[in-house]
């Protein structure tokens, strides 16, 4: 197990609130990952995170913001949450460090509804 | 730029082959390959690096045409724990640090 927990597992909130999840990991890895799933659309990267405070946009960045302050934890914000935003949303690390080039461990998701 | 699947579903029989592909517009670095069942997380399957070998996994395996920038899924004497959505994901050059993946095929095996 590679030691991944997402929280919170469910979320429900209002058209305009942020809303931030979390990632954490008890590994140390370097390289970790947010997706968000969606029907038809597959998983698509929003954001990632190769060290502490080093980030990069993934293909749909937009109206998302992250942060990584300790290797441990990576924080994906919805500043004001639409209903376009409504998804499953996935975070990942890469298990042997290595970057994209070795497995990815996902974590069981995080089902968050925006009414 | 997502890589493009295909079929976007397919339907066994229990025993039957199936074969998923998986082709990208650049050139490619590597291709992951991950299966999810409905509700659960994805799960690694594989991955294939420029350059390497095909990869098998029980009677799951696959291959990497660089050149086609193409892979292909390949599932042999399907079994009913086969079922579910399958995921190509690529890295176009070493050191891009990211995974794009494919829109998933559909897997469904009948008893």
């Known amino acids: 197990d590679a030691g991944i927990t997402q929280s919170p597992r469910h979320k429900v909130t209002e058209t305009g609130t942020p809303v931030t999840l979390r990632c954490h990991q008890t590994?140390?890895?370097?390289?970790m990952y947010w997706y968000r799933q969606d029907p038809g659309h597959g998983l698509r990267l929003i954001h990632y995170?190769?060290?502490?405070?080093?980030?990069d946009k993934g293909e749909v960045s937009d109206g998302y913001s992250v942060s990584r302050s300790k290797t441990e934890d990576f924080l994906l914000t919805l500043e004001s949450a639409t209903s376009s935003q409504t998804s499953v949303y996935f975070c990942?690390?890469?298990?042997?460090?290595?970057?994209?080039?070795?497995?990815?461990?996902f974590g069981n998701g995080t089902r968050l509804t925006v009414t | 730029q997502q890589p493009v699947q295909s079929p976007q579903a397919v339907i066994l029989r229990e025993g039957e082959d199936a074969v998923i592909n998986c082709s990208s517009s650049?050139?490619?670095?590597?291709v992951h390959w991950y299966r999810q069942k409905h509700g659960e997380a994805p799960v690694f399957l594989m991955i294939?690096?420029?350059?390497?070998e095909q990869k098998g996994h029980e009677k799951i395996s696959a291959s990497f045409n660089e050149k086609k920038q193409q892979s292909s899924l390949y599932l042999t004497a399907s079994q009913l724990s086969y079922s579910g959505t399958y995921f190509c994901?690529?890295?176009?050059?070493?050191?891009?640090?990211?995974?794009?993946f494919g829109k998933g095929t559909r897997l469904h095996i009948l008893p």
């Open positions: 994901g690529t890295e176009e050059n070493v050191g891009d640090d990211k995974i794009i």
């Open positions: 294939l690096l420029k350059g390497g």
């Open positions: 995170s190769y060290g502490v405070k080093d980030t």
């Open positions: 990942a690390i890469s298990v042997l460090g290595q970057g994209p080039s070795s497995p990815l461990h």
């Open positions: 650049k050139a490619l670095y590597s």
């Open positions: 590994e140390n890895h370097r390289y």
